[in-house]
């Protein structure tokens, strides 16, 4: 598609649901990222995709935290049991490859947990 | 430790001004940096990109500059509109194989008429 593609816009959930949230990226784009941005603060890294490798998932802050990716297409991010505190903006970003590339990001999915 | 520390955190200046932003890294080995605006709301939205041979960059009214041996970045803005209140994020990638990217926490632009 012509820009990186999120859904749902926003989601409200109930404390201890199961969320999942989607990242259609830029067809060709072979990186795809995931960030948190909490009210007020900067975007936090979770979770790289890259090609067919093993994603590089140091920034996932909990095993409630999973994210997938077929190939290089959709991608999936899921947060089981949510928590208040996993209320936040997550995006999404994908990129050519590794290289000097401009990330282009998606508009996010504001999640709200009640 | 990777870091980018980005300053001031927040800033106001009046419609028609010039502003400079800063960003401080400790990333290593060094890949590239970008600066991004990020509208309220909204994802957010490449300025520049830098990579270590470059020093400056413009985009428009945005000019970034970038010292790799003092390892400082600066966004300078010229001539300020009001549309360019919105938060600007620093992005240094280290090349660490793994390709580790590190976020600034921004600094908000408040621009006034």
């Known amino acids: 598609g012509a820009g990186v593609s999120q859904s749902p816009s926003n989601k409200v959930t109930e404390k201890g649901k199961d969320v999942e949230l989607r990242c259609d990226p830029i067809s060709g784009h072979t990186a795809l990222y995931w960030y948190r941005q909490r009210l007020g603060q900067g975007l936090e890294f979770l979770i790289y995709?890259?090609?067919?490798?093993?994603?590089?998932k140091s920034g996932l802050p909990s095993d409630r935290f999973s994210a997938e990716r077929t190939g290089e297409s959709v991608s999936t991010l899921t947060i089981q049991r949510t928590q208040q505190e996993d209320s936040a903006v997550y995006l999404c970003?994908?990129?050519?490859?590794?290289?000097?590339?401009?990330?282009?990001f998606g508009s996010g999915t504001r999640l709200t947990v009640v | 430790k990777n870091q980018v520390e980005q300053s001031p955190q927040s800033l106001i200046i009046l419609e028609g001004k010039n502003c400079t932003l800063q960003c401080n890294y400790t990333v290593s080995p060094f890949s590239n940096l970008r600066w991004y605006k990020q509208d309220t709301g909204r994802g957010p939205v490449s300025l520049t990109i830098?990579?270590?041979?470059?020093n400056t960059k413009s985009n428009g009214r945005y000019t970034a500059t970038l010292d790799a041996d003092t390892k400082q970045s600066s966004l300078h803005i010229t001539a300020s509109q009001l549309s360019d209140s919105a938060s600007y994020i620093c992005?240094?990638?280290?090349?660490?194989?793994?390709?580790?990217?590190?976020f600034g926490a921004g600094t908000r632009l408040f621009v006034k008429a």
């Open positions: 995709f890259q090609g067919n490798s093993a994603p590089d």
């Open positions: 830098m990579t270590f041979s470059e």
């Open positions: 992005v240094v990638s280290a090349n660490t194989g793994g390709f580790k990217t590190i």
């Open positions: 970003a994908s990129s050519e490859g590794t290289g000097p590339y401009g990330y282009t």
